[in-house]
């Protein structure tokens, strides 16, 4: 056997703008964990396509245990026994959990008949095994958005790959989901697999790797043994400069009631109740922060309060005004800016340029219309401006918003809505998918907010953001909000156990 079980060798690629892999080296040992860390755009989702056979890379070579390949698309990879999971989901909506988990792989004979149910039932097993809790016949649609990486992890296994490359696993769990993962990732590196895990989290790093590479303008600056290094150094070494980790918050003047939610219920698609008895308030300069495991209601009531959904019971008050029922837009126009959960569904228009995602929602008013045209100086100066207060790269307005990193995508949002003006912002998980740097940046920008005297509602599966700025912590657990803390002394310990439903 080769000493590496995967060698990527002096890999190039070059897109139009940037030259996201340059000479990049990467060794893989057989049965190890091996994490993948940079900044947002430094070129490790790019390496990773190259890899599954997504993308060519322009330059260098491949070798799995030795023997040279050509991995020209994902069927290569597949057989090569590599499978990956994505950043982003690449699940069919409509269709059901085992529908997604079987597409794409060989039909056989009665198909329909008999493979389904089979497949059905591997699932099942699957699922009891890792303890993923996945019904097979739930349609895609229907499931959040952890649930939907559950799906896309199944698949790869389902597919028997030895080689498992996961591309920001743990940014859409919550902490318990996180070691529930690892529990998994564990035991399949005790079954011998191999695992390249791209994370932004240093902590995560440090528990489950066995060595680390960093990655940072598309060249690998580092790999080292997991047991050699910590936190602070990978962090100097992908941002090239210290990294504070802990945001100071200044005490802060609590002015007038701004959001009120009145004993606000909604139902799901399936008449079943999401939202019970909701009482809720927000106040100038203040951060309420909820805090639950991901699907207790956290999104129905970022969406009742945007507009997406209606409620079956209760009244929305914003400065005592009564605006429930009112529509997306109008509540837009209300100055009440939204951080989305799910970017890629309600964030942004993927086949839109940064400068018009920059603008979109406002791009029908002045100053980015002249009577009945765009403006487009203004537009461009004001994207310009926008790239270069958020560090977005590359910072070119022109480029598609699908062809940025995750990461930068994040950022094009929130500086959309941050700089909307807003009287209320609604951040839900506003720092998914960000580098460390970045993370730091946005709190920053949400910790200036609060200062002016704006409201706001933090949702976050990532309970030391939700720490670090709340003032006030509600606990949502199904449906209900069953505990509000003052965020002083709380103990993270027995926050985890209220986000379980553990209360008095
Ligand atoms: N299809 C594409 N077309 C044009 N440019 C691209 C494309 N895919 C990636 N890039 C560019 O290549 C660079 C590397 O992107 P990549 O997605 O690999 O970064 P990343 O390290 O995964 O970042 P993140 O942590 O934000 O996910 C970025 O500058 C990105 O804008
Ligand atoms: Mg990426």
Do not use: C
Request: glycine residues 8%; neutral net charge; charged residues 25%.
């Amino acid at each position: 056997m080769a000493q590496y079980l995967i060698e990527m060798k002096d890999i190039s690629k070059t897109f139009p703008l940037v030259k996201a892999n340059d000479k990049v080296n990467l060794m893989v040992k057989k049965g190890e964990i091996h994490a993948l860390v940079g900044e947002n755009g430094a070129g490790k989702s790019t390496l990773m396509s190259i890899l599954y056979g997504l993308y060519q890379a322009d330059e260098g070579e491949i070798y799995i245990d030795g023997q040279k390949i050509v991995i020209s698309n994902p069927n290569i990879a597949i057989e090569n026994k590599i499978g990956m999971v994505h950043q982003h989901f690449m699940l069919v909506p409509p269709l059901t959990v085992v529908e997604n988990v079987i597409l794409g792989m060989e039909p056989r004979k009665n198909y329909f008949f008999i493979d389904l149910k089979k497949a059905a039932s591997d699932i099942k097993i699957l699922s009891e095994k890792y303890g993923f809790k996945i019904d097979p016949w739930t349609k895609i649609e229907d499931v959040s958005v952890g649930i939907q990486q559950r799906v896309e992890i199944i698949k790869v296994l389902y597919r028997g790959a030895e080689i498992l490359i996961l591309d920001e696993p743990t940014a859409v769990l919550t902490p318990q989901e996180v070691e529930e993962l690892f529990k998994i990732l564990k035991s399949l590196k005790r079954q011998g697999k191999t695992i390249i895990f791209i994370t932004h989290k240093l902590n995560e790093v440090m528990a489950i790797s066995d060595r680390v590479t960093v990655m940072r303008d598309g060249k690998v600056v580092g790999t080292k043994e997991t047991s050699q290094t910590n936190t602070s150094e990978i962090a100097t070494l992908m941002v090239g400069r210290e990294v504070l980790l802990i945001t100071s918050k200044e005490d802060q003047k609590i002015g007038k009631t701004v959001l009120r939610l009145e004993q606000v219920s909604a139902f799901n698609q399936h008449k079943y109740p999401v939202l019970k008895d909701i009482n809720l308030s927000v106040k100038e300069g203040q951060i309420i922060g909820i805090a639950g495991v991901e699907g207790n209601g956290q999104t129905e009531l970022v969406e009742v309060i945007t507009g997406l959904r209606s409620i079956s019971n209760g009244k929305i008050f914003l400065y005592e005004k009564d605006i429930t029922g009112l529509s997306t837009r109008k509540i837009r126009e209300l100055h009440i800016a939204h951080i989305p959960e799910d970017r890629r569904k309600r964030g942004f228009i993927a086949d839109y340029s940064v400068a018009e995602n920059l603008v979109l929602g406002s791009h029908y008013k002045p100053p980015f219309v002249k009577g009945s045209f765009i403006n487009f100086p203004e537009v461009n100066r004001y994207a310009d401006q926008l790239i270069k207060d958020y560090d977005i790269r590359p910072a070119v307005k022109e480029n598609l918003l699908k062809s940025l990193s995750g990461g930068n995508q994040q950022k094009v949002i929130v500086a959309r809505e941050l700089q909307r003006e807003p009287i209320l912002l609604i951040a839900a998980q506003p720092t998914r998918g960000l580098d460390v740097g970045s993370i730091e940046f946005v709190h920053k920008q949400i910790l200036k907010e609060r200062s002016k005297g704006i409201a706001i509602l933090l949702v976050s599966a990532e309970l030391d953001e939700i720490l670090s700025l709340s003032d006030e912590i509600a606990v949502m657990y199904e449906g209900r909000i069953i505990e509000t803390l003052i965020n002083k002394d709380v103990d993270k310990g027995k926050l985890g156990l209220l986000m379980t439903g553990v209360y008095k």
